[in-house]
């Protein structure tokens, strides 16, 4: 089992940035991905951004340019640098962890992200 603890959301801007942190502890297999969903009320949880221990990214077309994911694997921990917000980015933000050789994904409790003037 893999625990995930998120931090970094909040109110901001638009055009403003915030930065998301999240730190994996536990049962760490490698190799793994560790990335962020969002999710909008009412809506289907998507894909933002995700990064493999070997430093493989991938990244949703809406935030291309804009986000940008890197991890330390020394400490288990993924961020999420985000910049030129939109109100469109605004969305409950997800932490994930997944080991390459199991199907099971591990879920961070979700973070706020508001993009309003």
């Known amino acids: 089992q893999v625990q995930l603890v998120e931090s970094g959301g909040g109110l901001v801007q638009p055009g403003g940035s915030l930065r998301l942190s999240c730190a994996a502890s536990g049962s760490i297999f490698s190799p793994n991905v560790m990335g962020w969903y969002r999710q909008v009320a009412g809506k289907q949880r998507e894909l933002v951004a995700a990064?493999?221990?070997?430093?493989?990214?991938n990244y949703a077309d809406s935030v291309k340019g804009r986000f940008t994911i890197s991890r330390d694997n020394a400490k288990n921990t993924v961020y999420l640098q985000m910049n030129s917000l939109e109100p469109e980015d605004t969305a409950v933000y997800y932490c994930?962890?997944?080991?390459?050789?199991?199907?099971?994904?591990?879920w961070g409790q979700g973070t706020q992200v508001t993009v309003s003037s």
């Open positions: 994930y962890f997944q080991a390459v050789a199991f199907i099971q994904r591990s």
């Open positions: 990064m493999g221990n070997s430093g493989s990214t």
